[in-house]
T-cell receptor, first 111, second 114 residues
Framework: GNSVTQMEGPVTLSEEAFLTINCTYT??????LFWYVQYPGEGLQLLLK?????DKGSNKGFEATYRKETTSFHLEKGSVQVSDSAVYFC??????????FGTGTQLKVEL | DGGITQSPKYLFRKEGQNVTLSCEQN?????MYWYRQDPGQGLRLIYY???????QKGDIAEGYSVSREKKESFPLTVTSAQKNPTAFYLC?????????????FGQGTRLTVV
């Protein structure tokens, strides 16, 4: 089956710093790739997605590019805000209509 | 407003008791899912259903049961056979094949066994 590995947290940054959260996957075939965000006490919300190689997903200043050659989907943002503090999950679609999630990376942004 | 609703938000259960978590959606989605979230382990799939009256086991189905009698509803029962039921449970739904569409999540139910 699929597996998703993402960098461990917590990641602590100052406001306006550059963010990278690494995500790599193993999968048979060509999965779609997703980043979900979870704010405290809430469910997950889709942040962005990419469905094929070299696609770039983007939303709210966040970006991630589907890199088939490195099996990666790293999340980036040029200038983080305190309101971006949350847990970020990388996920890959797989057979049987399933999503496989990484373990999540907690981001803390300080003033 | 369309969405997916889980209830209750917090649930306490005594050891040896079964408990049912509710999940309702008014998004007209065919597919529904139950995930379990534990600290440091991300989300793990318990059960999913692609259509009414049909469901499949996920990666950690032991000790859980589900039903899908209506399109809108996908309740999860945590049975006494589940050895470590204390966790945060998330329900989700999607229009169809998850590779092509967004999954919408509920707010979650935090179950604590006392």
């Amino acid at each position: 089956g699929n597996s998703v590995t993402q960098m461990e947290g917590p990641v602590t940054l100052s406001e306006e710093a550059f963010l990278t959260i690494n995500c790599t996957y193993t999968a048979t075939g060509y999965p779609s790739l997703f980043w979900y965000v979870q704010y405290p006490g809430e469910g997950l919300q889709l942040l962005l997605k990419a469905t094929k190689a070299d696609d770039k997903g983007s939303n709210k200043g966040f970006e991630a590019t589907y890199r088939k050659e490195t099996t990666s989907f790293h999340l980036e943002k040029g200038s983080v805000q305190v309101s971006d503090s949350a847990v970020y999950f990388c996920a890959a679609s797989g057979g049987g209509n399933k999503l496989t999630f990484g373990t999540g990376t907690q981001l803390k942004v300080e003033l | 407003d369309g969405g997916i609703t889980q209830s209750p938000k917090y649930l306490f259960r005594k050891e040896g008791q079964n408990v049912t978590l509710s999940c309702e959606q008014n998004l007209n989605h065919d597919a529904m899912y139950w995930y379990r979230q534990d600290p440091g382990q991300g989300l793990r799939l318990i059960y999913y259903s692609q259509i009414v009256n049909d469901f499949q086991k996920g990666d950690i189905a032991e000790g859980y049961s589900v039903s899908r009698e209506k399109k809108e509803s996908f309740p999860l029962t945590v049975t006494s056979a589940q050895k470590n039921p204390t966790a945060f449970y998330l329900c989700a739904s999607s229009t169809g094949l998850i590779m092509n569409t967004e999954a919408f999540f509920g707010q979650g139910t935090r179950l604590t066994v006392v």
